[in-house]
């Protein structure tokens, strides 16, 4: 997994590549808790994210809570693997997917 974060002021958009699973996950938790102070506007670009696992979901889910306090949070370019395992989990409904 690689994460590359692109800041402006109180906007964070945050690209993730790779695989989003149990290794990775508290990584990518680390990584939110470090940046997000602050911000008002959270961009999740998941264009190049092969794969979410349920440890991921858990991530940006404690991430929406999170951002649902301090402003908004978006996920942008997901593709047809990751889209269809937001749909079976219901995280459709909770994400707001661009």
């Not at 990518?28 to 102070?37: A, K, L, M, T």
């Not at 696992?53 to 990751?82: C, D, F, I, P, Y």
């Not at 079976?88 to 707001?96: C, E, K, R």
Request: zero cysteines; glycine letters at 6%; charged letters at 25%.
């Amino acid at each position: 997994m690689n994460i590359t974060k692109n800041r402006e002021e109180n906007k964070l958009t945050v690209a993730v590549e790779g695989k989003i699973d149990s290794v990775t996950a508290p990584e990518f938790e680390e990584f939110i808790r470090e940046n997000i102070d602050g911000v008002t506007e959270l961009t999740f670009d998941l264009s190049s994210l092969d794969y979410i696992s349920s440890a991921g979901l858990r991530v940006l889910l404690l991430t929406q809570k999170r951002m649902n306090a301090q402003g908004t949070m978006k996920v942008t370019n997901v593709n047809e693997t990751v889209s269809e395992i937001f749909e079976v989990t219901g995280f459709s409904d909770i994400l707001t997917i661009a």
